[in-house]
């Protein structure tokens, strides 16, 4: 006989078997509800609730409820609803992201292949609606992403760089690039492509308004490399917004002690590009590196560490900034489907900081007091 008792307090995923299933009903309504609005507006809606979050950090209102486990060690606001089941990026985000894959397939779910225009599996900016198999697909995913998260924060990484685990990373970032990648299998999409140039490094048929045949037909044609942000591939371009980026989310970490509110102007400025404004740069992938090189490697921001701080965050900035560039040039360019190169980015450069703390490298005392540790 099942005993009670012993069922709501077993741990499954690190919850209880209750509170497990009261998160996932969450998260399935939050990646619902990513598809609904579209995943890119979802997500400006993180970087609005992140900004409200840290906000509330600072002024002495951190006591708010807690996020559950689902936070990247964020309180509040920031984590219950900005890394959370409701705008968290695992869910909203990659069940948005999902649901555009699985749309693009299935008649009048979203508008036709324009001629010229990148495939519409891509579209992430397009709000989705009501209609029911598309918001069920963003749920399934939205779930799949709390279950992954979970998983790798219970086997793989424990909740910070030094506290348990093998390696810390950021889990969520992760949750994002992979949630993409299943995406692309389920939905019979290739994983990456064929290039279409001399590799998937080479972006000269872009450049040069190379087309080709959409989905193997003969009326309508498609970029032949769609490279992620039009205004935002070409090396140095891409390594001075990463400086610039990296820079500023150092700055935000030595003076407020906030990991967070970079990343979340970052993607608060995003609503600018989901409405059309040109060439706004996309930068969370730089803002958090930054801040995360700055926290991970500097026990005392005062005086000269300070300085320290800043250049460690720029070039981390930079490193964001160029690995999302690889990534989208691997991943985003050649495909059919929207596999978002500053997840990649973000969870290669907070792996990149796990590995040097456990190869006894960074401010341990940092990590240990909690103040400047790197919460991931």
Not at 149 to 170: E, M, P, Q, T, Y
Not at 307 to 312: G, R, T
């Amino acid at each position: 006989m099942v005993d009670p008792v012993a069922l709501q307090t077993s741990a499954i995923f690190g919850f209880e078997p209750v509170r497990l299933i009261y998160w996932l009903i969450a998260a399935f309504a939050g990646g619902c509800f990513g598809a609904a609005i579209g995943a890119l507006p979802a997500f400006c809606f993180t970087g609005f609730a992140v900004i409200a979050g840290e906000a509330a950090n600072a002024i002495g209102l951190s006591d708010l409820p807690q996020g559950s486990g689902f936070e990247v060690t964020a309180s509040g606001l920031t984590g219950a609803v900005g890394f959370g089941p409701v705008f968290g990026p695992h869910v909203a985000f990659a069940g948005g992201a999902a649901a555009a894959a699985y749309a693009a397939k299935k008649e009048g779910a979203m508008p036709p292949q324009e001629d010229g225009g990148y495939h519409p599996g891509k579209d992430i900016t397009y709000a989705l609606g009501t209609r029911p198999d598309v918001l069920a697909v963003g749920g399934i995913f939205g779930i799949f992403g709390v279950l992954c998260r979970r998983l790798l924060i219970n086997v793989v990484s424990g909740d910070a760089i030094v506290a348990g685990g093998i390696v810390g990373f950021d889990q969520l970032a992760f949750t994002v690039f992979f949630s993409a990648l299943v995406h692309r299998v389920v939905f019979g999409y290739e994983l990456f492509g064929q290039p279409g140039g001399s590799g998937y490094f080479d972006m000269t048929p872009f450049e040069s308004g190379e087309e080709v045949a959409a989905d193997g037909g003969t009326e309508v044609m498609r970029p032949a490399v769609e490279p992620w942000l039009p205004h935002q591939y070409e090396w140095s371009n891409v390594a001075m917004i990463g400086l610039v980026a990296g820079l500023l989310g150092g700055f935000l970490v030595v003076e407020l002690n906030s990991m967070f509110l970079g990343f979340g102007i970052s993607a608060a400025t995003l609503t600018f590009l989901n409405l059309g404004v040109e060439k706004i740069p996309v930068t969370h992938h730089m803002t958090l590196p930054g801040s995360a090189g700055a926290a991970a490697f500097i026990a005392d921001p005062s005086g000269s560490g300070a300085i320290i701080a800043l250049v460690l965050a720029g070039v981390f900035g930079v490193l964001g900034a160029l690995i999302g560039e690889a990534g989208q040039r691997v991943f985003y360019a050649h495909g059919d489907t929207h596999v978002d190169p500053p997840a990649f980015a973000i969870f290669v450069c907070t792996l990149l900081v796990g590995l040097l703390h456990a190869a006894g490298i960074g401010a341990e005392a940092a990590v240990e007091s909690g103040v400047f540790g790197v919460p991931f």
